[in-house]
Structures are given as structure tokens and as C-alpha cells.
């Protein structure tokens, strides 16, 4: 047997390479030459992320009676945007390198971190990264919200078509007062976060359910970003999917709250498989935090580019319900029957990103050891319940047609039906060895080999992906034995 287990730590170039190889994330638009950070889930992705946004979903909202789930559109009323802060505020400071016309944001090259336009002249320019020139523009706060038109004319086409009609003429001026007019009519956002629907919909909650604080709305989906540079593969996209609750609290409880949700924070992290030496928890000092957070927590993990965040856990205070109130002009307040008093709760906010878990779980299950003829065996350590599939199941040789064709049978047995169902793979192609190669690659837990004496006791050899230790038992008992491994977890 093997075991000179060594280089755990994955680099990201293997993480990569593997995630395209066996199919998880493949580079998006790649045959038009890609586009700048944007990727594709393929097969096995798509099913690792479906088991990620499944328990998530099933932890926090199906096993609790005080959380209500919720999908809201990615396109909302301009108003949301305006009366949350985000159209005036949500952005970055941006430059341009003259020489080259690459952007970045302006604190990642260098710059100091400016609050408002412009900065002082006594200032030695950093190089850009790019060139090497220290030719830049003035930073900008360039807002991060995508924008697009809403109905079925194009406003910019409409206006320059107006103008270029023979019988018009406009003044310079005219023609910017009436293009700004013409855009801010029809402009709406790609939702930047999806925090902002549940403040949006709290009060139809309120009214549908009758909830006793505290009580919770989560809500996973789709949130964009313009970022100015995104960058290390899925970790920081244009586009990316959110699993975020906002937890209603009244407000001496908040400090409460806020310890339980740290503590499901942990308990989620532990669940999901993450190496736990890895994940750092950093109290965000008060300058750094969102001015209408009294406390925000940053759960870290070490990533093979450094350490970054991977979750945020935020104490909002009444912020965004306030907000809402004042610029809707609607009572959003909670009435307690008990003490007959009339208040907007606070709130907090456990907001985990679906892209990053997946990019977490892969750097933790990651592993390479060398076999005893001193070759690298490549594995994905996944807990069973996130792995794609569950088992897979061989023919011992493909090109005997009984053997392949009880494999199917035991294949069919092993997945179960209904709610006892367990996604399984059937691989008939290549030598067993490349097989077991493939599904260790992709993280499946057991590999099930039907050989000739199945056919003559119904028996089948059951492979464990860590151990690589092999058992034979009994083919009937192959979908119970699968079971048990997912629930002993
Ligand atoms: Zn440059």
C-alpha cells in the first residue's frame, strides 16, 4: 500500500488544471478567445455547487422553524439602488495607465486610499504593473452596479437617431441634458447583492406569516459586480451567486444573535469539509467596516494566493430597514403583541458566496500521494454528501457484454429510487486502473467492480477513494453501505 502523502497544499495552477480536466469549471467563452474572468461550471461543478447551495439550504432555512426562504429578481426597481446607498456609494477608486490603458483600482497599484476625487500633488506615482509607466490618470470612484436599459428601445440609439434627423440641431449642451435625461428614464442595475431583495419583500413577510422575532429570510442567487480587476479564477468574478440570510433581531439582542450565527458560521464550515487550520476569523476594525455596521467579522481561509475572505458575518443594525422606510414611505416597523410596542428590528447578516465555497472545498480536498512504485496518485478528499457522485460502477473488462451488463443492473440497484436516491456513474472505458485514476480526480467516495464471480455470487468489490482499501460484499448491500457512509457524516 502507499502513503508517502506530500503536497496538500495544491497550487492553483493544479487546482485549475484539474477543475478543467475532469470538468468542473471550464474558462467561459473560451472558443471566442474568453472573456476577462468569467467562467463556466461545467457537469461535475454544477452538480458540487447544486450540493453546496442543497445543505446550505437545507441547515438554514428547511431544519429551522424562524427562516424563510426567498428568490427575488436580479432586476429591481432603480429605487431600491438609490435608497440603499448603493447608486451613490457603491464603488471603487479606479486609474488608468496613460501608457498602456490598462485600469485598476487605485489602492491595488499604489495609491493611497482616496475618499473623494482627486488626491495631493506631493505624491510619488507607483509604476503600473502592466508597463511600468507612472503616467495616470486621476482616480475616480468608478461604481461597481452593471447597468443596463429597461424596455424595448435602446435610449442611446434613440437620441443620436433624433439628432441625426436633417431638421433638428441642438446645442452641445442640449444634446447632453437630453441624452443624461433620455438614459436616467430607462437606466436600472444588475443587482449587486441579493441582501436587498429581503429588506424589499420583509414587510410581505411580515404579513403572509406573522413571524416572531427573531426570525430570518435567506435567499441564494445571482448578484453582478463591474470589478475593476477581478482575478484568481472563481474567487473574485462579475458574476457570482450569494447565500445570504438577514437574521430580524430586536435590538438588545442583537450581540446574542451575533455570537449564534458565528458559531452556525463554524459549524457550516466543519460541515462542508474546509480544512479548519485554514479558515481565520478577523474582527473588522471600526475604520474599515461599512459605516452602518457596529460589528463585522470576516471569516478567512488560506487560499494558495494568500489569505482572503471567504464569508462576512455583519451586525446591519435598523441601516437598510430604515432606509427603505424613509424613501418608500411605508411603515416597516414590527409590532410586538406582548409588550405592545411599535420598532424596526435590527439586523444580522451571515453572507457566504457559493463560488468561493466551491473554490474552498476544492483547495481542502486536494490531495497527491506517491504510490509504492513512485507514482502520484491525485485525489479529491470530498465529504461524501458534496461529491458529485456518490459511487461509481465498473465492469471489470467492457468488452464482455455479461459483465457489462450486470454492471448496469448492480448500477441501477445502487442508485436507489425516490427520496433514497444516490447519483451514480457508470465507466466502462479504459483499463480499471485509469477508472480508478478518473474517480478519485473527481472525489467519488466508492468505486464498485463487477467481475466474474459476481455473475456466479452476486458479490462485488467495494473500493474506498482514501484508503484505496478494497472489500467484497454483497451487491444488494451496495446502495444501504452508500447510504450509511453519507448519513455517518
Ligand atoms: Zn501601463
Known amino acids: 500500500m502507499p502513503k508517502q502523502q506530500k503536497n496538500t497544499d495544491a497550487s492553483m495552477d493544479k487546482i485549475v488544471s484539474l477543475a478543467k480536466r475532469r470538468g468542473f469549471v ?16 461545467g457537469p461535475l ?10 445543505e446550505w439550504w437545507r441547515m438554514f432555512v428547511e431544519e429551522r422553524d424562524d427562516v424563510y426562504g426567498l428568490d427575488g429578481a436580479i432586476i429591481m426597481n432603480r429605487k431600491v439602488w438609490q435608497a440603499s446607498g448603493h447608486e451613490q456609494t457603491f464603488s471603487d477608486p479606479m486609474v488608468e495607465c ?21 488626491m495631493s500633488e506631493v505624491f ?44 433638428t440641431s441642438y446645442a452641445d449642451h442640449e444634446k447632453k441634458k437630453l441624452l443624461r435625461a433620455e438614459i436616467e428614464d430607462s437606466k436600472i442595475y444588475l443587482r449587486p447583492e441579493t441582501a436587498q431583495a429581503i429588506f424589499v419583500d420583509y414587510k410581505h413577510i411580515l404579513d403572509s406569516f406573522s413571524p416572531k422575532l427573531p426570525f430570518g429570510i435567506a435567499q441564494i442567487g445571482k448578484a453582478f459586480r463591474n470589478e475593476i480587476t477581478p482575478g484568481n479564477f472563481i ?54 467596516r461599512a459605516h452602518y455596521s457596529k460589528r463585522t467579522i470576516d471569516f478567512e481561509f488560506d487560499f494558495p494566493f494568500g489569505r482572503k475572505e471567504l464569508y462576512g458575518l455583519a451586525y446591519r443594525t435598523d441601516f437598510d430597514l430604515e432606509s427603505h422606510e424613509k424613501a418608500s414611505k411605508q411603515d416597516l416597523k414590527y409590532f410586538d403583541e406582548e409588550t405592545k410596542e411599535k420598532f424596526l428590528p435590527h439586523v444580522i447578516e451571515p453572507s457566504l458566496g457559493v463560488d468561493r465555497t466551491l473554490l474552498a472545498i476544492l483547495c481542502s480536498a486536494y490531495r497527491e500521494e506517491e504510490d509504492e512504485k513512485g507514482e502520484i496518485r491525485t485525489y479529491l478528499s470530498l465529504e461524501p454528501y458534496m461529491a ?5 460502477v465498473f465492469p471489470l473488462l467492457a468488452n464482455k457484454s455479461d459483465l457489462v451488463k450486470k454492471a448496469q443492473e448492480i448500477r441501477k440497484e445502487t442508485q436507489g429510487k425516490g427520496t433514497d436516491f444516490v447519483p451514480v456513474a457508470f465507466d466502462a472505458g479504459g483499463n ?7 474517480q478519485d480526480e473527481i472525489g467519488t467516495p466508492y468505486c464498485i467492480t463487477v467481475d466474474f464471480q459476481t455473475l456466479e455470487d452476486d458479490t462485488v468489490t467495494v473500493r474506498n477513494r482514501d484508503t484505496m482499501k478494497q472489500e467484497r460484499i454483497a451487491s444488494k448491500l451496495v446502495h444501504n453501505f452508500i447510504r450509511k457512509s453519507l448519513k455517518s457524516l
Not at 26 to 41: H, I, T
Not at 136 to 144: A, G, I, M, R
Not at 432 to 438: A, F, L, N, T
Open 432 to 438: 480499471i486502473g485509469k477508472r480508478y485514476r478518473k
Open 26 to 41: 471550464y474558462p467561459g467563452s473560451e472558443m471566442y478567445g474568453g472573456l476577462a474572468n468569467s467562467w463556466d461550471y
Open 98 to 118: 496613460k501608457k498602456c490603458g490598462n485600469r485598476f483600482r487605485s489602492d491595488e497599484v499604489g495609491f493611497p486610499n482616496i475618499k473623494e476625487e482627486g
Open 124 to 167: 510619488n506615482y507607483p509604476k503600473c504593473p502592466e508597463c511600468g509607466g507612472k503616467s495616470w490618470t486621476v482616480p475616480k470612484q468608478f461604481n461597481l452596479m452593471f447597468q443596463t436599459f429597461l424596455g424595448a428601445i435602446d435610449p442611446i440609439d434613440r437620441i443620436f437617431g433624433e439628432w441625426e434627423m436633417p431638421s
Open 235 to 288: 474567487f473574485r468574478t462579475r458574476e457570482f451567486e450569494q447565500m445570504e440570510i438577514e437574521y430580524f433581531v430586536r435590538e438588545k439582542e442583537w450581540e446574542k444573535a451575533f455570537t449564534e450565527w458565528q458559531k452556525e458560521m463554524h459549524r457550516w464550515v466543519k460541515h462542508i469539509g474546509l480544512d479548519m487550520k485554514k479558515i481565520h476569523e478577523l474582527e473588522v476594525p471600526d475604520d474599515e
Open 45 to 54: 461543478g454544477t452538480a458540487l455547487k447544486n450540493n453546496i447551495k442543497k
Open 388 to 392: 458529485p457522485y456518490k459511487a461509481a
